[in-house]
Every structure is written in C-alpha cells, then in structure tokens.
C-alpha cells in the first residue's frame, strides 16, 4: 500500500509552518509499500495532528493524503473502519486503552476484530514486551510503560500494511524499548510492512529507508 | 489465555453504563401504550362488527329495519297515503348507509285462520311477505308453488311474546312454546264468497327481524293474483338493508321523511356516539402513552450511548464499523421492543377471548381472536418503533468520531 501526502497544510498550523523549512508540510510525498520512515518532530511541528490527519481522526488540513486508492478526504466511515481494522495500524502517542477493560481484554477487543493473530501468538508477545502477568488487571491500573507496551502489543494483532507511530516508546527504559522495537521488527517483516514513526528526536531504532523533519 | 467473545466485550463497553431502572420505566410506557392503542383498537372494532351485522349478530337488528309512512291524523283518512310510490322508494335506495330495499307486500284479500285443535278458534288475518335475501332465517320448507296444500309461515317473536306474556296470562290460556306452536296445523282459507281456497298452515319458524307473519312471496303474489287481481301492490312498508344504522344522515334521512321505524334500532346511534368518544379517547391517550414511551426508550437508548461516548469512539478508532456497532445495539435493543409487543398482544388476545365468551352469554357472535385492524395497529405500531429506534441508534453512533 502506498502512501501518498500532496501538499498537506494544516489549518491550524497555517502561518505558522511558513516560518521554517518543513520537509513533510506542503510538500508532495510518496511513501512506498513496506518503507520504513522516520519523522522528526520538534515540540509544537504538529507531530500528533500528522499521525491523526493520516489515521483519518482530523480532516482539518488542506492537501490530499491516499493510502493507495483509499482518498482520505472522500473515504466513508465504513472505508475508514476497513482501512483501520486491515490495513493500517496505530499506536497512539496517548496509548488510548479502554480503562475499564483488563489487559487481555483490550488485546481481543482489537484481535477479535479480524481473527488474523491467533490468542497464541498475542499471549507470546504480551510476554515478550514482560506484560503477560498483567493480563488480569485493568488498564486503568497499569503503570504509564506497562500501557505502552500493551498498547504496540494491540496494534500488532491485526493485519497492517502499515503501522504509524507517535512516540511509541516515550515511557519505556532502554531495555524494554529494545524489546519492543524488536518485536514490531519481527512483526512488521513478517506483515512486509511499512513503519512510520513519529518522534521528538533523532533517533535510529529501526533501520529507516528515509527521514524528514516536519 | 482464553479467547473471548466479541460481543461480550463491547457489551461490556458499551451497555456498562445501562440503567435498568430507566429500562424498566421505558418498557412498561411502551408496554402500556401499546396495550392501550391495542384495546382502543378492538373496542372500534367490535363494535363495527355488531353494527355492521357481520358474525351472525343481524338479530340484533342493526342490519336491517323495516320503515314504514307515519300515520298522522291528515292521512288517516286517505287511502293508499302509507303506501310507497316507486319514487320514493328509487329515493330511499339513494339514502346514505341504504345497500338494499326490500318490499312488504301484504295480502290483498282476505285471510282467515283456524284451528281445529282448539275446538273453533278462528281469526281473520294478515300475511306479508318478504324477498327471501331479508329474511334472518329461512327454515327447512320455507317455499310453496302453486298446487302445494301446505304453507309455511314464519311468526314474529314479538307476536309469540305479545301472547306468551300479555294474551295468554290475562285470558287464563296456556303460554306456548315455539315448538309446540310449529306442531300445531292451521287451517287457512284464503278468498271471498263463494270462490275460496283452502291451505294448511304450519309455523316452520320465528323472526326477531321483521315483526309481521310471513308466508314465501309466491304465495302472497299467488292471491293477490287470483283474487285481487286490479289492485296495485304498492307497499305498505319496507325493509332496508343498512350498513350503519347509526349514521347521524341516515337517522336525519327517516326524520325528515317521516318515515318510522323501530326506534330501539336507532338507539344504537346514540351508543354509537358514546362508543366512538370512548375508543377515540383512548385511542388518543394510547397514541400519547405509546409516543411517551417510544420516546423515553429512545432517550434511554441515546443515553446508553452518550455514556458510553468515549469506548464508542475508541471502538471505531480500533476499526470497529459503525454499520456493526448500530446493528450490534440494534440486537440489543429489538428483542426487548419484540417482547414488549408480544406482551401486549398476549393481552389483546386474551382480552378478545374475554370478549368473545361474554357476547356469547349476551347472545352476540364475536371471533375469538383480534381482526385485522388489530394487527394491522400492531403491525404499523411495531413498524414505526422499529423505525424510530434505528434512527434514533445509527443517528447516535454516526455522531461518533
């Protein structure tokens, strides 16, 4: 799936994107299939309104965005829940679990959507990322990392072409940072997926075929 | 881990915050309208039918009335002035809620009865006729042709009733039955002078519609033909088939004609009136009981989901369609609506049966289940809840971001 940004000018960020050089706003960008992008954003650049203008939760851009032949500013609700559900991924900067779900509950809510991971390889992963004796507890009472690592778990348990990124790793420490980036590696590779990921500095946790400063 | 359903986890997210107080409250509005809009419904509808005469219940004399000319102390005096021209009667065919008239045609020459069997009891008579479409019975034998000795009459109730409790009671005679009055024979002599002719006459059976004696109308056109051959057979009254007897132009129609007829049977014009404001004033508190419920089951609905803002949001941010979420509500919600429903059926159908039983013992036929009207009530009521609701539940969740 190809990823496609013309000219997006937020609204918003209108004057303010004019004082300094963006390489993503208003530009015209093709993202190619299983690419792997990384976006620096300085505090303020609009990082999170780019991840929601292109997961399609804000439509107050100018531009167009297409992820292939899915036009972002025509797509219906049902186009975007199928687009969501099979074909791009999210982890949120806000990680965005259901509080009153526990953690196992918030992993099938999401896998039972498309029943394309089996609860197997869900459970392995929730292991990997150190989480699994959390499953009965409820979201609402884990701690800020923990949700993290819950919250790339459940972007992973369903079919992506692509998976966007904001901040996924911003309340993890070096080790289990180092876990997760290798789990969305094995994860994504294995999807031939491509990555997009959104952060306040540079950085080199995957191997990126490009980078932009917002 | 085990697996999860589904269903069971955004039920949980979305039907958490569910008010079974205010589920409750909202049923029973809605179960209480219905009823009401179901009830008002059948009181309508009974009542047609005992009108309208359908079911057996033409005894009631709502179907058909027999009218005749007032006698006033002008036409007392003139001959032939209580008789119906065909103008008039061309007119009363025209007259509103009128389907049918039929002719009373009486005899024309002289009728006289006796019976044997009572050693000299005599009488001179009267016999009438009717087509045989007005009759409300027409027993076993009910014809003669020309050569036949034997005549079937059929007698008013009223006439049996008269003798039964008046004649009979006051002159010390026996009171009869119907069937001892068909085992008795009559002798019949119909004819003037010289020329007569002799019959058998036998009661084969008893009207509560026509307050006359009846014989099969070829026999009266048979003596009129015979014996009185020049006079014009105008008759004297009539009797009309009416769809509502109750209809207030009908009623006006007969007044300002001066034509009589038995007043009970317009009494139901009065019962009519009291019967329509009783059942279009429940009929109208139904609507309002059902359009309070309906709403108050929208707003429970409306409320379920605005408390659930947040997990709905999230729910379409995870990929969820909003066309599965609505009709995941739907599933819901639809089966209490159906049951609701079916609740109020159950009680219009008892209700029916209810009243059914006591028709029977007031001697009126009414079905033992609610007619169409009642289910097409139901049917549209259903409809629009449906309808609404739906509305009400994809218009909520595509509110949603």
Redo the contacts between chains.
Sequence with gaps: MRLSLEHIVPIPLKDKINEYNSRVWNQQLTFNSGERVFIQAPSGTGKTTLIHFL?G?RKDYEGKIHWSAFKMHEIN??QL??????SVS?IFQDM?L?P??TT??NI???R??TNTVS?YDA?KWLDKLGVKHK?DSPASKLSYGEQQRVAIVRALV?PFEWLIMDEPFSHLDYANRQRAIALIDEVATMNRAGLLLADLDDNDYFTYSRKLLL | MKPLKQSRLVQKLLLRHRSNNRLWASLIALFAGTTLLLIAVMIWWNFSLILSGTHDNDSLGSTFLTIGKQVTDQSMGKKGASLFTPKEISTIENAPQVQDVGMLVSNRFPVYASLSVANGFSTDMFLEAVPDRFMDKQPNGWSWQEGNTQVPIILSSDFLNLYNYGFALSQNLPQLSQTTIQALAFDITIGRGLYTEQYTGRVVGFSDRISSVLVPQSFIEHGNKTFAPNVPVAPSRLILQVKDPSDKRFAEFLQMNNYTTNTEQLRWNKMRGVVDAVASGTGVLALLLMGIGTLVFILFIELTIAKAEASLSLLLQMGYSPRYLAMFMMRRFVPLIVITLLASTIVAVILQEVIAAKGTALNVTLPHLPGWPVWAALAVSAGALLAFVSRAIFKAINQEQ
């Design positions: 997961y939760l609700r049902e829940s199928q687009l969501r559900a099979s999210v965005r259901f009153e779900l196992w509950e099938e809510v999401k039972r959507l609860e459970e499953a369903q």
